[in-house]
């Protein structure tokens, strides 16, 4: 019997680690589509199908190349926010929403200065950089963009990046909080900082807009990120495209993806203080979490007498150096119990409480749940 195919071509990123491949290929499984899947950098010229779904990036390369494709009849689906997007069906991340919500995560983290670092000036990350330069209000907020401060053939020149991005960390004021558009730029920014021997989160805190756990979670200080349903953006963009090909949609559509929450690992897990002993404080509790230190062991570590930390901490924070070891003790315990499959006898051990029956109590007492029930509510499975 003759199958009626589709013939679409998927020009992406097909490396990516996150839904958006993946969930295309399912579709394409389902719907009779007939896959050429190309890199959006090397994109099949002479290519003549039913319709496309591209990343259009602002390369000349993959510009012209959509451009081909849009004057041949053929319809496309685009999955980013570009310049040529409004002629586009698009459907792409509510840039807007992601620097609202790094905005708001940093806020909440106490920092005061900020900044928007970015490897590539696209349109998309434009868009970031203002919506997240407008939601920080009355934090100082910098524009760190490598291609707007280098000088032709330097655009490509690494070490001339890095040297110029050590020295905006340096002069930086500290502690600053910094926006990254993805794991690939946020991976640099955190390597770079260790270079030059400043402290994440305490010194420089750091957030992808794009959490990739691939890449996001296997580094030195674990990167916290902005979770993307790629799964639906991908699943709505292959729908569009259906309809388009159908003829049931004859002019350009815009669908907006809500990103849908901040991951919250190490490089933001902090409050922020200009007082570089707190930091230094925060820094120890955090690297001895699993021990059962107190506020003298802080002290200590600090060589600084007991009551200067407590008065350090009364002024500053308001609570207690006790107050401060509990809530880490606790976030670790968060992240262990969603995000693992450890049991409780461990995760008590690995947040420095001494059995799990005082764990239970004191997470209880925190959060108002149990950690069995905290873990259910996340939609983890039980354990012992």
Known sequence: MHMEFKDILLLVNVTATDDVYPTLVQHAREHMWRLTIEDRMAPPHGWRGDGAIVQAMDWPVV??????????????????????????????????????MAASHFRECGFRHAAYFTMEWL????????????????????????????????VNNRSAMAKWLKDKLRNAPKPIAVLCPNAYNAVNLLNTCLDVGLSVPDDVAILSGHYEPMFCDCQAVPISGIEID?????????????????????????????????????????????????????????????????????????????IR?????????????????????????????????????????????????????????????TPRRYRLAAGASPKP
């Not at 606790?330 to 461990?346: P, Q, R, V, Y």
């Open 230 to 306: 790629s799964r639906r953006q991908a699943s709505e963009a292959a729908t569009l495209l259906d309809r388009l090909i159908d003829g049931k949609a004859n002019t350009p559509e815009r669908i907006m993806i809500t990103p849908t929450r901040i991951v919250v690992r190490q490089s933001t897990d902090v409050l922020a203080t200009e007082d570089a002993t707190l930091r230094k404080a925060f820094r120890f509790i955090r690297e001895n979490i699993s021990r059962p230190i107190g506020a003298a062991d802080i002290a200590e570590s600090l060589g600084i007498p007991r």
């Open 63 to 100: 510009t012209r190349y959509v451009k081909s494709l849009v004057r041949h009849g053929i319809p496309v689906v685009n999955l980013v926010n570009s310049r040529m997007g409004d002629s586009l069906s698009t459907c792409a991340v509510d840039t807007r929403q992601v620097g609202e």
């Open 123 to 154: 349109h998309g990350r434009k868009l970031v950089s203002d919506s997240f330069a407008r939601a920080m209000k009355n934090c100082d907020t910098a524009l760190w963009a490598w291609p707007l401060e280098a000088a032709g053939t330097q």
């Open 309 to 369: 930390l407590d008065r350090l901490f009364a002024a500053e924070l308001k609570r207690s150096a006790g107050s401060e070891i509990l809530r880490q003790r606790i976030a670790k315990a968060k992240h262990l119990l969603t995000e693992t499959g450890d049991t409780l006898s461990s995760i008590a051990s690995a947040c420095g409480f001494c059995h799990a029956s005082y764990f239970i109590n004191a997470f209880k007492k925190a959060t108002g749940s």
